[in-house]
């Protein structure tokens, strides 16, 4: 069964085909990141205009690449929400003008969900029940995946998301946007132990805080004129204590819900210090991570997971709307 994916939750525009929820036929992404970049942040506007134009080509530059026709496709699979509302309403219009011209269902997912699922794509499935780790520019989030229409929420971030606490932080050290992975980069030539930043605690301790410590960066560069060395040791310092966090709560999550598989997805999990750190300290938990080109979002998870709670029973209708 064909599932056309649709994801323009953010800045990127990507429009996918998976067969049977597993095999990805095509996985079209087309970001608008370059025009944001000089603003240092995604700007919305400009974000669902570039969405807007975009969208169309995308589709069928989608459909070209897996050799399949809208006849073919047996679900439009399409993010509700979280994100810019703007951008998640072209996605959603497009897919509803899909489904009433051509009589396919549809289904509206969440996004953050949706991440988790792209360690089921071409690859050898983590089995059902796991606990997963969705890390993103606007997520921070535990879950226990039970089945893909059973997911509780453990804890989430009380403030900053992960990834946002690098852009910004990033940001702090004269960086471009995102700061993700020129933080990495620098940081695999600092010093992880030079400075002593810690993450906030939080009441429930599946929860996360990350706006602490980018306070804590700030204060240590304000007004200053760092050397080179003094930035890789920041980000070096900063990135460590981020992950043993990540690290520290997901492992809690696991003792609690009596499991040993560890699914983890989300635009930071591209980290390459982060993959090596779970696998090395997350003893006795088979971690599982997305290939690097699934993490970032994408159409293809969007996909996949629509299938599945599709063979659950689950469809939207046409009132379908952001969220
Ligand atoms: O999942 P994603 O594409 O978008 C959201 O759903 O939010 O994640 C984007 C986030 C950005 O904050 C970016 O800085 C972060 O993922 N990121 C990284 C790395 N690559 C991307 N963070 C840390 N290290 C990286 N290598
Ligand atoms: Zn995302």
């Known amino acids: 069964m064909n599932v056309l994916g649709i994801e323009t939750s953010c800045d990127e525009t990507s429009v996918a085909v998976v067969k049977n ?3 990805v036929l ?5 970001s608008s990141l370059n025009f944001h970049s000089k603003y240092g942040g995604v700007i919305p506007e400009i974000a669902s205009r570039m969405q807007l134009e975009t969208i169309t080509q995308v589709a069928q530059d989608a459909l070209k690449v897996a050799r399949v026709s809208l006849k073919d496709i047996r679900l439009i699979s399409v993010t509700s ?3 810019l509302l703007g951008s998640l309403l072209v996605g959603i219009s497009f897919a ?7 009589d396919i269902p549809l289904i509206g997912i969440n996004h953050v969900h949706s991440h988790l ?5 071409n690859a050898l499935s983590p089995r059902l029940p796991f606990v997963a780790l969705v890390v993103s520019g606007g997520h921070t ?8 229409h059973e997911i509780e929420t453990l804890g989430e971030t009380q403030d900053d998301a992960c990834g946002e606490a690098f852009d910004k932080v990033g940001k702090l050290l004269g960086m471009g946007y995102p700061g993700g992975p ?3 980069k620098m940081a695999t030539l600092g010093d992880t132990g030079k400075f002593k930043f810690q993450c906030s605690g939080t009441n429930r301790p599946l929860d996360f805080s990350f706006s602490g410590i980018k306070t804590a960066v700030l204060y240590k560069v304000q007004g200053k004129k760092l050397k080179l060395k003094e930035k890789r040791d920041i980000a070096a310092s900063f990135q460590e204590v981020v992950i ?4 520290r709560k997901a492992m809690l999550a696991c003792k609690i819900k009596k499991t040993k598989n560890l699914v983890i997805g989300g635009g930071v999990v591209t980290n390459n210090r982060l993959r090596v750190k779970f696998l090395e300290e997350a003893t006795g938990i088979k971690c599982f991570f997305p290939p690097r080109i699934l993490c970032l979002d994408n159409a293809a998870m969007v996909a996949g997971f629509g299938y599945q709670l599709f063979k659950k029973g689950q469809r939207s209708g046409l009132d379908l709307t952001a969220e």
Do not use: M, Q, W
């Open 96 to 102: 509803k003008s899909l489904s009433l011209s051509y």
């Open 81 to 83: 929400g979280p994100g």
């Open 182 to 184: 020129l933080i990495e």
């Open 21 to 23: 929820g597993l095999r």
């Open 117 to 121: 699922y792209a360690n089921f794509l």
């Open 26 to 30: 095509s996985n079209t992404v087309c």
């Open 141 to 148: 989030s535990l879950f226990y995946v039970k089945d893909f």
């Open 244 to 247: 043993d966090t990540l690290i």
